[in-house]
């Protein structure tokens, strides 16, 4: 079910749409997401889960949301989705939001500027690799070579995001 265009362009008219619709599973993007997860909640809450994507998340939910976050993360040239990450209401850490563990069949590398993967806690960028993995651009082979790369044998996408590697983003 699509919200109406109304609802679609307010944090507070989607929150009441999906009150009243009893929606318990939803997707929004990112620019509508963070200002839901800050918003009052009333005891009438039906979802369970609010997905989010197609932006970089700034914020993380506050204390007392009585449902989960989960931010996706991928760009276009991977199928959107590459990683996932719950996030837990009340987390007051520092610093951007985790990005989460990569979905099922695919692979996340950071890799520092000489190329070598780095170390926990370390910055790169990040690389997406798995079936997923487009061919390349159209007819923009000077691109494709930038951004289409073989690391440790299997086809990946240089993102152009960068990232800080951690052993756990639970």
């Known amino acids: ?45 039906r979802p369970r889960n609010l997905l989010t994507g197609a932006d970089r998340l700034l914020g993380r939910p506050c204390a007392g949301l009585p449902f989960a976050l989960v931010n996706n993360y991928g760009p276009t040239e991977c199928t959107v989705v590459a990683t996932s990450a719950i996030l837990p209401p009340g987390d007051q850490e520092c610093g951007l939001p985790v990005i989460g563990y990569p979905v099922s069949g695919t692979t996340i590398c950071i890799l520092n500027d000489l190329g070598a993967r780095v ?17 390349g651009y159209r007819l923009r082979p000077d691109v494709n070579t930038e951004r289409f790369v073989t690391i440790d044998g299997a086809r990946c996408y240089r993102t152009g995001d960068r990232g800080v590697w951690s052993d756990d983003v639970a």
Do not use: H, N, Y
């Not at 699509?2 to 619709?21: C, G, K, P, Q, Y």
């Not at 926990?120 to 487009?134: K, L, R, S, T, Y």
């Open 1 to 45: 079910m699509l919200a109406t265009v109304d609802s679609r362009t307010s944090d507070e008219r989607l929150r009441d749409w999906l009150i009243v619709r009893g929606i318990t599973v939803a997707f929004v993007l990112t620019a509508l997401a963070k200002d839901l997860v800050r918003a009052d909640w009333g005891a009438d809450t």
């Open 119 to 135: 170390a926990a806690g370390e910055q790169g960028d990040i690389f997406v690799g798995g079936p997923q993995v487009a061919r």
